[in-house]
């Protein structure tokens, strides 16, 4: 009996592993299939459905941060435009759902007058910003704003306006949420709520695997 449930035990971790690895695979179709889109020139995807099809896919590692991203927040506040687009894009081949990645390219090719890729850049910023704005109020526990990753959080609040003075990880009914106290230009405060989910899911199942983030 005990051989059996052995057995059983390891079945159903196999089970469980062809289903993560379908579950990647629908990701990767989906998500190069709206990139393919989004590339032709068509802004005007489902952007929520293109933050998910990520989040479902290979590619997701919400707690990595590449090299590539700290070359371009070196450069953004050097002002050194060439190297902000050369590092950008080398972020966005790995995630094109970075916000921020979207908002500094699109900022530095309108100061190099390319107004089209200016353009580009910010139409799928303010698409990738509207969607998490849809998905909740943000102003409670009860109607939190969904991300998929917490640079996610930083990069709508900063697009807003705001300046992080805090963070907490709290609990939003059975979802873990990141409690965020900001200020506004005028020095006032408030807090927003975001669901990480999402994120700590996957944290889970990769300790869960023994194998946490590499980058």
């Not at 107004?115 to 704005?133: E, M, N, P, Y």
């Not at 805090?166 to 609990?171: E, T």
Request: glycine content about 8%.
């Amino acid at each position: 009996m005990r051989g059996m449930g052995f057995a059983i035990a390891i079945a159903g971790l196999l089970g469980l592993a062809r289903l993560a690895h379908a579950e990647e695979s629908t990701g990767d179709a989906k998500y190069a299939a709206l990139l393919t889109d989004l590339k032709s020139g068509d802004t005007d995807i489902d952007y929520t459905a293109f933050r998910e099809a990520y989040a479902e896919s290979s590619h997701y590692d919400p707690y990595g941060e590449p090299p590539e991203r700290g070359a371009m927040l070196d450069a953004a506040k050097a002002e050194n435009c060439t190297k902000v687009l050369d590092a950008a894009n080398k972020v966005l081949d790995g995630n094109f759902t970075d916000i921020q990645a979207h908002i500094l390219a699109a900022n530095c090719a309108k100061k190099q007058s390319d107004a089209s890729t200016a353009k580009f850049h910010h139409d799928v910023a303010l698409g990738l910003i509207r969607s998490i704005a849809h998905s909740g109020d943000g102003g409670s526990a009860d109607s939190p704003f969904v991300v998929t990753a917490v640079r996610e959080e930083y990069a709508f609040l900063f697009s807003q306006g705001y300046r992080v003075t805090m963070q907490a990880l709290v609990q939003c009914g059975k979802s873990e949420c990141d409690a965020m106290t900001v200020q506004d230009q005028g020095g006032a405060t408030k807090t927003f709520y975001f669901d990480v989910s999402r994120s700590m899911l996957w944290l889970t199942k990769q300790l869960g695997s023994g194998k946490p983030s590499a980058r």
